[in-house]
């Protein structure tokens, strides 16, 4: 099967670091397991920061990176949101009307936004397995980059442990790359 694969790489508005809490992070894994459930995406990497969301995937139709980003940006936000509130984060004082105000600055008809609009999304060559083999290792080292971490294989939010055999957070197909 032939088919394109993506690197999509996604900032918080003004890379607010939003994403700080185990909560936060997890409202995210769950939307995204239930959209790869509803075969909206199917992911092969992934790494979850404070402030950003790098996938490698690809999608089973043709409009299905459109779509599922229209079901992925703006119910995360909403959902994040409550978390925070939920959470009782004491953020939320400032960290609200700047999303607000984002979303009147971009003309967005959502109250608020938690990603940047300009996602950077990049096609990866099937066929080229150095290629998809850098895309790869580029998105398991972003917490060493951070200074988080020396192995990627600890950091909880990425592909890395599934890739290493164990059973991540995310419904994974992963990339063999060996052949």
């Not at 003004?14 to 409202?27: F, G, M, N, R, W």
């Not at 404070?50 to 992925?72: M, R």
């Not at 990627?152 to 060996?178: E, M």
């Amino acid at each position: 099967m032939n088919y394109p694969i993506y690197a999509l790489h996604y900032k918080t508005i003004d890379k607010i670091h939003i994403l700080e809490s185990k909560t936060a992070k997890q409202v995210i894994i769950d939307l995204l397991n239930n959209l790869i459930k509803q075969k909206l995406i199917v992911m092969h990497a992934w790494c979850l920061t404070d402030h950003q969301l790098d996938i490698i995937a690809h999608f089973p139709a043709p409009s299905s990176l459109k779509k599922f980003e229209n079901h992925f940006l703006i119910p995360s936000a909403a959902s994040v949101i409550q978390c925070l509130k939920d959470e009782n984060d004491s953020r939320l004082d400032w960290i609200y009307p700047h999303l607000e105000n984002a979303s009147t600055q971009l003309k967005s008809i959502h109250p608020f936004l938690l990603w940047q609009t300009s996602t950077e999304k990049k096609l990866l060559s099937q066929k080229n397995k150095h290629e998809l083999y850098n895309a790869l290792n580029e998105i398991h080292r972003i917490p060493i980059e951070f200074g988080w971490i020396q192995d990627p294989c600890h950091y909880t939010y990425s592909s890395c442990y599934s890739y290493a055999g164990g059973i991540g957070l995310i419904n994974l197909r992963l990339l063999h790359l060996g052949e």
